[in-house]
């Protein structure tokens, strides 16, 4: 009994884990810019399949591969939102979130399609990153779990420290306060926007290729997984790391205990309830402090 | 906020815009329609995206060679084969559009292909509509022979070349209640776990499983039904675990799917003989699933070395069991036609009806009442394969025998290492 | 609100494509006028999907699941309750209606396009969840099939309902857009707090045009279930949404027949290079880019740009 909980526990704070670094990058690009960015999943998925070629052709060392799956992505961020958000924003002024939102929808349909026709249509996954397994008093455990686990963990204090305790960061919390006083004190908020966007699909990209062991993937795992970066967002709170950490673990918990107790279909269907109370009564989340 | 007006220049643009784009499809569709003396068009459908895109893409090649081969001999009757391909991305309204799509503006002749029973059950009501055979070459729900048998005159265009999951399932127990008869395993429980994919097949086989696993003293102690291209069955697992069954049989048709389980099966430490279903059909299953899949049964097909051979030749990276389906049915078509000596529906359906038709896997003859392919020594057959070090291996029958079987574990599971 | 009539009504040009439309079905080409159905379909989804979205800037990101509801319950009734496909249909469309209200309830407590969006999408997902998961009636993800047609022989009078089911959709947005009703709705887009001080029960009216844009998308699932005889519920994907908000902006989300042509441009354009058709993601991606991007009121919208931008260098 014991046993079982702690499996479902472990799993659930991995998926968690995963689901948070992917509702981080998105809580991150809402909080600094106000923009839903519905491509989220596409960089996930992206960032799936880079490490997943890095690992098959370059290197079967998880690490690199994340990382470079994390710098590509965060480049084609950067990229993305110099040519086309950027521009919305010049064209639109004020009221550019509207077509900014659609404008990530339209990146989303490229960049899937893209990867539909490079990749092809069939699944693909990693065997392990490592292949251990530990038995600590009878209980077993993945060692991958736990790596997945204690990477996310490192990610997020880094995220912290980045964004507390680094010049940049700071820039980044200015602008996210207050757009036209930070760029009255002299901070470059264009170049901030591009940063904080590519800074939010590279987490993205984290999430994607951490899912490799676990889960296979192909061209449409984003937006299958989309509903969970943003609930992450609803339940954390916008704009708020730790938020998106806790809300990720929450959901991911969620997820494992009730699909084993009432099985997936209804589990999702209470959980997106759930959510929809959450934007009804409390709107910016357990710990957000953005009003929309 | 309103337009004033709608000036004339604004509504001749409009009306010109919508015009172009109508004519310009009516255009191309009858472009499209080449002089069609000297070829035989045959569409062919197939999942080219989702779960069991794997088996599409060896499906797609296995078509590809018998055409190339049969073309090498001249064709049929004369004329060369020109395939059509189509994506029906496993689901059933893509699979309607693109069968009416092949019939009303490719104009082929016949049709093959599908994998999943659940995408074409649906088209059956479409296919009735038109005078136009289609050769479904994997899908095998029962479903299908029930809705043929009560309607025969309606659905008389549609063939199914698989056997279907009720022999597929009896097949595997028959297996298994061998083994047990002949003293070569002693399971330590009579439990039985069974996992279905909630599609037609899925379900079909599980089915089987649960109805005719209990006459041979067996208990059913879980039958847990997973999405299609589930690849998560850690809580399903963890369930199934307390029960501590000898046997898990899940139907999967995905190869993800069957990946995933056989991994978590052995994370969470379930000592279970594992039966992962088609999903294990493919050569990415044991790449994929390494040392996790050894053990694993699955009932495989024998197919001809030497066509194998060919195969990887012409397709390096393909994988004979699931193209072979495909291979059979351009030859099982061709056969028919060569028989009825016409390219007439009807005369080919009698043909098809009438004959048996000699195919890599054995001799296919077609129930005419059911139009599928009937079971049987003389006929096709399948056999129980055994995965193990990265490698599969057939271990019954007698005749396509490779190997004993071998399943050391009978009281605690050792990690792989 | 006449002359804008008048002046639709009177336009001759408007005859070639009308009298194309009415005596296509003669050219006996089954494949067309499949087409135009679908057509047909979209573009009434797109025009009342537009709806909410131009007078009250609400994105409606759950609107496929509303087409699917109206599918499944006209499916299901006519199905299990031997209902008269014709009686099915109205009540796929009012049923549709009900969810609706339900909807623009929990809705119009909100303020703020991502709350409205992120809202609508997880209340399709719920539904597009419920309808998958009650297997015993839907059959979930396998799809429900032998649904009763609602006429025995080919394609032809399903092409004149579609038709018909078009021109009725089409004039109730024009009539909706243009009425009392739909000038207040826009009134409360622009600034709900003033609409209401000027005494307007705003509740009242943003239920009322997301109830009557909802409904309509039942009733084209309706009518798209019994001509099909088969659904899955792939209907209730957000995709779907996404396509029709796609067909929606294109066209030009700021005018009538944006959404028509938009649908009728595009899905035309994917059918005719059909042969690449994996690059329709992509076209569409573009296209909604370039849109964004470069001409915000969509295609309807170039003339303007043009003559403005012709104004412009003189």
Same mark, same amino acid.
């Given at each position: 009994?014991?046993?079982?909980?702690?499996?479902?526990?472990?799993?659930?704070?991995?998926?968690?884990?995963?689901?948070?670094?992917?509702?981080?990058?998105?809580?991150?690009?809402?909080?600094?810019?106000?923009?839903?960015?519905?491509?989220?999943?596409?960089?996930?998925?992206?960032?799936?399949?880079?490490?997943?070629?890095?690992?098959?052709?370059?290197?079967?060392?998880?690490?690199?591969?994340?990382?470079?799956?994390?710098?590509?992505?965060?480049?084609?961020?950067?990229?993305?939102? $110099? #040519?086309?958000?950027?521009? *919305?924003?010049?064209?639109? !002024?004020?009221?550019? /979130?509207?077509?900014? +939102?659609? &404008?990530?929808?339209?990146?989303?349909?490229?960049?899937?399609?893209?990867?539909?026709?490079?990749?092809?249509?069939?699944?693909?996954?990693?065997?392990?990153?490592?292949?251990?397994?530990?038995?600590?008093?009878?209980?077993?455990?993945?060692?991958?779990?736990?790596?997945?686990?204690?990477?996310?963990?490192?990610?997020?204090?880094?995220?912290?420290?980045?964004?507390?305790?680094?010049?940049?960061?700071?820039?980044?919390?200015?602008?996210?306060?207050?757009?036209?006083?930070?760029?009255?004190?002299?901070?470059?908020?264009?170049?901030?926007?591009?940063?904080?966007?590519?800074?939010?699909?590279?987490?993205?990209?984290?999430?994607?290729?951490? $899912? #490799?062991?676990?889960?296979? *993937?192909?061209?449409?795992? !984003?937006?299958?997984? /989309?509903?969970?970066? +943003?609930? &992450?967002?609803?339940?954390?709170?916008?704009?708020?790391?730790?938020?998106?950490?806790?809300?990720?673990?929450?959901?991911?918990?969620?997820?494992?205990?009730?699909?084993?107790?009432?099985?997936?279909?209804?589990?999702?269907?209470?959980?997106?309830?759930?959510?929809?109370?959450?934007?009804?009564?409390?709107?910016?989340?357990?710990?957000?402090?953005?009003?929309? | 906020?309103?337009?004033?007006?709608?000036?004339?220049?604004?509504?001749?643009?409009?009306?010109?815009?919508?015009?172009?784009?109508?004519?310009?499809?009516?255009?191309?569709?009858?472009?499209?329609?080449?002089?069609?003396?000297?070829?035989?068009?045959?569409?062919?459908?197939?999942?080219?995206?989702?779960?069991?895109?794997?088996?599409?893409?060896?499906?797609?090649?296995?078509?590809?060679?018998?055409?190339?081969?049969?073309?090498?001999?001249?064709?049929?009757?004369?004329?060369?084969?020109?395939?059509?391909?189509?994506?029906?991305?496993?689901?059933?309204?893509?699979?309607?559009?693109?069968?009416?799509?092949?019939?009303?503006?490719?104009?082929?002749?016949?049709?093959?292909?599908?994998?999943?029973?659940?995408?074409?059950?649906?088209?059956?009501?479409?296919?009735?509509?038109?005078?136009?055979?289609?050769?479904?070459?994997?899908?095998?729900?029962?479903?299908?022979?029930?809705?043929?048998?009560?309607?025969?005159?309606?659905?008389?265009?549609?063939?199914?070349?698989?056997?279907?999951?009720?022999?597929?399932?009896?097949?595997?127990?028959?297996?298994?209640?061998?083994?047990?008869?002949?003293?070569?395993?002693?399971?330590?429980?009579?439990?039985?776990?069974?996992?279905?994919?909630?599609?037609?097949?899925?379900?079909?086989?599980?089915?089987?499983?649960?109805?005719?696993?209990?006459?041979?003293?067996?208990?059913?102690?879980?039958?847990?039904?997973?999405?299609?291209?589930?690849?998560?069955?850690?809580?399903?697992?963890?369930?199934?675990?307390?029960?501590?069954?000898?046997?898990?049989?899940?139907?999967?048709?995905?190869?993800?799917?069957?990946?995933?389980?056989?991994?978590?099966?052995?994370?969470?430490?379930?000592?279970?003989?594992?039966?992962?279903?088609?999903?294990?059909?493919?050569?990415?299953?044991?790449?994929?699933?390494?040392?996790?899949?050894?053990?694993?049964?699955?009932?495989?097909?024998?197919?001809?070395?030497?066509?194998?051979?060919?195969?990887?030749?012409?397709?390096?990276?393909?994988?004979?069991?699931?193209?072979?389906?495909?291979?059979?049915?351009?030859?099982?078509?061709?056969?028919?036609?060569?028989?009825?000596?016409?390219?007439?529906?009807?005369?080919?359906?009698?043909?098809?009806?009438?004959?048996?038709?000699?195919?890599?896997?054995?001799?296919?003859?077609?129930?005419?009442?059911?139009?599928?392919?009937?079971?049987?020594?003389?006929?096709?057959?399948?056999?129980?394969?055994?995965?193990?070090?990265?490698?599969?291996?057939?271990?019954?029958?007698?005749?396509?025998?490779?190997?004993?079987?071998?399943?050391?574990?009978?009281?605690?599971?050792?990690?792989?290492? | 609100?006449?002359?804008?009539?008048?002046?639709?009504?009177?336009?001759?040009?408007?005859?070639?494509?009308?009298?194309?439309?009415?005596?296509?079905?003669?050219?006996?080409?089954?494949?067309?006028?499949?087409?135009?159905?679908?057509?047909?379909?979209?573009?009434?989804?797109?025009?009342?999907?537009?709806?909410?979205?131009?007078?009250?800037?609400?994105?409606?990101?759950?609107?496929?699941?509303?087409?699917?509801?109206?599918?499944?319950?006209?499916?299901?009734?006519?199905?299990?309750?031997?209902?008269?496909?014709?009686?099915?249909?109205?009540?796929?469309?009012?049923?549709?209606?009900?969810?609706?209200?339900?909807?623009?309830?929990?809705?119009?407590?909100?303020?703020?396009?991502?709350?409205?969006?992120?809202?609508?999408?997880?209340?399709?997902?719920?539904?597009?969840?419920?309808?998958?998961?009650?297997?015993?009636?839907?059959?979930?993800?396998?799809?429900?099939?032998?649904?009763?047609?609602?006429?025995?022989?080919?394609?032809?009078?399903?092409?004149?309902?579609?038709?018909?089911?078009?021109?009725?959709?089409?004039?109730?947005?024009?009539?909706?857009?243009?009425?009392?009703?739909?000038?207040?709705?826009?009134?409360?887009?622009?600034?709900?707090?003033?609409?209401?001080?000027?005494?307007?029960?705003?509740?009242?009216?943003?239920?009322?045009?997301?109830?009557?844009?909802?409904?309509?998308?039942?009733?084209?699932?309706?009518?798209?279930?019994?001509?099909?005889?088969?659904?899955?519920?792939?209907?209730?994907?957000?995709?779907?949404?996404?396509?029709?908000?796609?067909?929606?902006?294109?066209?030009?989300?700021?005018?009538?027949?944006?959404?028509?042509?938009?649908?009728?441009?595009?899905?035309?354009?994917?059918?005719?290079?059909?042969?690449?058709?994996?690059?329709?993601?992509?076209?569409?991606?573009?296209?909604?880019?370039?849109?964004?991007?470069?001409?915000?009121?969509?295609?309807?919208?170039?003339?303007?740009?043009?003559?403005?931008?012709?104004?412009?260098?003189?």
């Amino acid at each position: 009994m014991f046993e079982q909980i702690f499996s479902l526990f472990l799993y659930g704070i991995a998926l968690g884990g995963i689901y948070a670094l992917f509702g981080a990058g998105l809580s991150l690009i809402y909080g600094v810019q106000d923009l839903a960015n519905f491509a989220q999943g596409s960089f996930l998925m992206l960032g799936a399949y880079i490490a997943y070629f890095t690992i098959n052709l370059l290197t079967h060392e998880p690490l690199t591969a994340i990382l470079i799956s994390f710098l590509l992505i965060f480049a084609l961020g950067i990229i993305i939102d $110099i #040519l086309l958000l950027d521009r *919305i924003r010049k064209t639109s !002024g004020e009221r550019w /979130l509207v077509p900014g +939102f659609i &404008v990530t929808t339209g990146v989303m349909l490229i960049l899937d399609q893209l990867a539909f026709l490079g990749f092809g249509g069939q699944y693909r996954n990693v065997r392990e990153f490592y292949p251990m397994i530990l038995s600590i008093g009878g209980i077993r455990i993945t060692f991958d779990r736990i790596f997945i686990l204690i990477f996310t963990l490192c990610v997020f204090i880094a995220l912290e420290v980045f964004i507390y305790k680094t010049k940049l960061g700071r820039a980044i919390r200015a602008v996210a306060l207050n757009r036209d006083a930070a760029n009255l004190m002299g901070i470059n908020v264009s170049r901030i926007y591009a940063i904080t966007f590519g800074l939010g699909v590279g987490l993205a990209a984290i999430a994607g290729s951490l $899912i #490799l062991p676990i889960f296979s *993937i192909y061209h449409k795992i !984003g937006d299958e997984t /989309l509903t969970s970066a +943003f609930s &992450v967002v609803i339940l954390g709170g916008c704009g708020s790391m730790v938020g998106a950490l806790i809300g990720g673990l929450i959901l991911g918990l969620l997820e494992a205990f009730t699909t084993y107790y009432i099985g997936s279909g209804l589990a999702k269907i209470f959980f997106f309830l759930l959510i929809i109370i959450v934007l009804m009564i409390r709107p910016t989340g357990i710990f957000g402090r953005r009003p929309a | 906020m309103f337009k004033k007006g709608l000036s004339k220049v604004y509504i001749a643009i409009v009306a010109i815009v919508v015009i172009v784009a109508v004519v310009g499809s009516v255009a191309y569709y009858i472009w499209f329609q080449k002089p069609r003396v000297e070829i035989v068009r045959i569409g062919v459908v197939a999942p080219l995206s989702g779960p069991v895109a794997a088996q599409g893409k060896y499906l797609k090649q296995g078509f590809e060679l018998a055409a190339e081969d049969l073309n090498a001999k001249g064709g049929i009757l004369g004329r060369k084969i020109e395939l059509v391909f189509g994506d029906d991305q496993t689901k059933p309204d893509v699979a309607i559009s693109l069968i009416e799509r092949l019939i009303t503006v490719d104009k082929v002749d016949f049709i093959c292909g599908g994998t999943s029973s659940s995408t074409y059950l649906p088209t059956m009501d479409v296919i009735a509509k038109y005078n136009v055979i289609v050769l479904l070459s994997i899908p095998a729900s029962s479903s299908f022979d029930v809705r043929i048998k009560e309607n025969p005159e309606k659905y008389k265009n549609i063939f199914l070349q698989d056997l279907n999951d009720t022999v597929w399932g009896s097949f595997e127990i028959l297996w298994l209640s061998n083994t047990i008869k002949e003293g070569k395993w002693h399971p330590r429980n009579m439990k039985v776990a069974l996992i279905a994919e909630d599609t037609d097949w899925g379900r079909g086989v599980c089915d089987t499983w649960n109805e005719m696993i209990r006459k041979h003293g067996f208990e059913v102690v879980a039958y847990e039904v997973v999405d299609y291209g589930q690849v998560d069955f850690y809580s399903v697992l963890t369930k199934i675990k307390q029960y501590n069954p000898a046997i898990i049989k899940a139907e999967l048709t995905g190869v993800a799917s069957g990946v995933a389980l056989v991994k978590q099966v052995k994370e969470l430490g379930i000592n279970a003989l594992l039966f992962p279903g088609y999903s294990a059909e493919v050569h990415e299953f044991e790449e994929l699933a390494g040392a996790y899949a050894d053990y694993a049964i699955y009932y495989g097909y024998p197919v001809p070395k030497k066509w194998v051979d060919q195969l990887l030749k012409r397709f390096p990276d393909s994988d004979p069991t699931a193209a072979f389906w495909g291979y059979d049915s351009l030859i099982i078509l061709a056969d028919a036609i060569e028989k009825a000596g016409s390219f007439d529906t009807d005369k080919v359906r009698e043909a098809l009806l009438k004959y048996p038709h000699k195919g890599l896997w054995g001799t296919y003859v077609f129930d005419p009442q059911t139009h599928r392919a009937i079971w049987g020594e003389e006929y096709v057959t399948p056999g129980a394969v055994e995965f193990y070090q990265g490698k599969r291996y057939f271990i019954w029958p007698e005749r396509l025998k490779e190997g004993e079987w071998t399943y050391p574990y009978h009281d605690f599971i050792q990690p792989p290492s | 609100m006449n002359s804008l009539e008048n002046k639709v009504f009177k336009q001759y040009w408007l005859v070639i494509p009308t009298l194309t439309l009415l005596l296509l079905p003669l050219s006996g080409q089954s494949y067309i006028l499949n087409l135009l159905i679908t057509c047909f379909i979209y573009s009434v989804l797109a025009s009342f999907f537009n709806l909410p979205f131009r007078t009250l800037g609400y994105c409606n990101f759950g609107y496929a699941s509303f087409y699917g509801v109206g599918a499944y319950f006209s499916a299901l009734v006519a199905i299990n309750y031997k209902v008269p496909v014709a009686i099915a249909i109205v009540g796929g469309f009012l049923f549709t209606a009900l969810i609706g209200v339900g909807y623009g309830m929990l809705l119009s407590r909100l303020r703020g396009f991502h709350y409205v969006a992120m809202t609508s999408w997880f209340f399709g997902e719920i539904i597009r969840l419920i309808i998958i998961r009650a297997v015993d009636i839907t059959r979930g993800m396998k799809g429900l099939y032998g649904i009763p047609f609602i006429f025995s022989s080919d394609i032809t009078p399903y092409y004149y309902l579609g038709l018909m089911l078009f021109i009725v959709s089409i004039v109730t947005c024009f009539k909706f857009l243009n009425s009392r009703i739909g000038i207040v709705c826009f009134a409360i887009g622009n600034d709900e707090a003033l609409a209401q001080s000027l005494g307007i029960n705003t509740f009242k009216y943003k239920m009322l045009v997301i109830t009557l844009s909802t409904s309509f998308a039942g009733l084209m699932g309706s009518f798209y279930a019994h001509f099909r005889g088969t659904i899955t519920p792939d209907m209730l994907d957000w995709a779907v949404t996404l396509n029709v908000l796609v067909f929606d902006i294109v066209g030009g989300m700021n005018s009538i027949l944006g959404p028509i042509i938009g649908t009728f441009l595009l899905i035309s354009l994917i059918e005719t290079f059909r042969f690449v058709l994996e690059f329709s993601p992509i076209v569409l991606g573009a296209a909604l880019l370039v849109v964004m991007l470069l001409f915000p009121d969509g295609i309807v919208g170039i003339p303007k740009y043009i003559s403005k931008f012709r104004k412009a260098s003189r």
